[in-house]
T-cell receptor, first 112, second 115 residues
Framework: DAKTTQPTSMDCAEGRAANLPCNHS???????VYWYRQIHSQGPQYIIH???NNETNEMASLIITEDRKSSTLILPHATLRDTAVYYC?????????????FGRGTSLIVHP | DSGVTQTPKHLITATGQRVTLRCSPR?????VYWYQQSLDQGLQFLIQ???????AKGNILERFSAQQFPDLHSELNLSSLELGDSALYFC??????????????FGPGTRLTVL
């Protein structure tokens, strides 16, 4: 399964866009990129996922580079409630067992 | 509210004991995942069941076991507990009809403290 690399921590001012990068240079053509976040000791929460095209939902936007080796999660107007650990994971295609690997994620701190 | 329920919320027990954690997935979800999260290890995948069958196994200790019942709820059994087993245990469920529909919905977790 493709591995992901994320910065350990980032910070962002409230109201500004938060751009969280993820490197997945060994991703294969049919593996999906999923993003989750975990607010202090709560269960992780799904944010968004994508394969090739950029995706947007009510929570965030996901930009995947053309070579698919990296992606960026964008929170367009970060609020204090967006302070959390953000995880980027790669989901392989069907067939074979899949070991979800969340890693350490990026700890995002949104400050006033 | 993710729709995934876990019981109990908190569990305090002693070393050497055995406990059972319970998870009820979202309605319609066939897949259940179990994770362990301790302070120094991050979120670690333990095991996945799909429609009653074991589908994938992570670094789950032999002292731990799980099963998924016909009504799709799942139980994680932890035995011969050690201090190091103290952690948050999360359950997640998904439709898991394929990689594009494998969004995992997590429960609130069970906090296990082993004294």
């Amino acid at each position: 399964d493709a591995k992901t690399t994320q910065p350990t921590s980032m910070d962002c001012a409230e109201g500004r866009a938060a751009n969280l990068p993820c490197n997945h240079s060994t991703i294969s053509g049919n593996e999906y990129v999923y993003w989750y976040r975990q607010i202090h000791s709560q269960g992780p929460q799904y944010i968004i996922h994508g394969l090739k095209n950029n995706e947007t939902n009510e929570m965030a936007s996901l930009i995947i580079t053309e070579d698919r080796k990296s992606s960026t999660l964008i929170l367009p107007h970060a609020t204090l409630r967006d302070t959390a650990v953000y995880y980027c994971i790669v989901r392989p295609p069907e067939g074979g067992s899949y070991i979800p690997t969340f890693g350490r994620g990026t700890s995002l701190i949104v400050h006033p | 509210d993710s729709g995934v329920t876990q019981t109990p919320k908190h569990l305090i027990t002693a070393t050497g004991q055995r406990v059972t954690l319970r998870c009820s997935p979202r309605s319609g979800d066939l897949s259940v995942y179990w994770y362990q999260q301790s302070l120094d290890q991050g979120l670690q995948f333990l095991i996945q069941y799909y429609n009653g069958e074991e589908r994938a196994k992570g670094n789950i200790l032999e002292r731990f076991s799980a099963q998924q019942f016909p009504d799709l709820h799942s139980e994680l059994n932890l035995s011969s507990l050690e201090l190091g087993d103290s952690a948050l245990y999360f359950c997640a469920s998904s439709v898991d009809a394929g990689p594009s529909t494998d969004t995992q919905y997590f429960g609130p977790g069970t906090r296990l403290t082993v004294l």
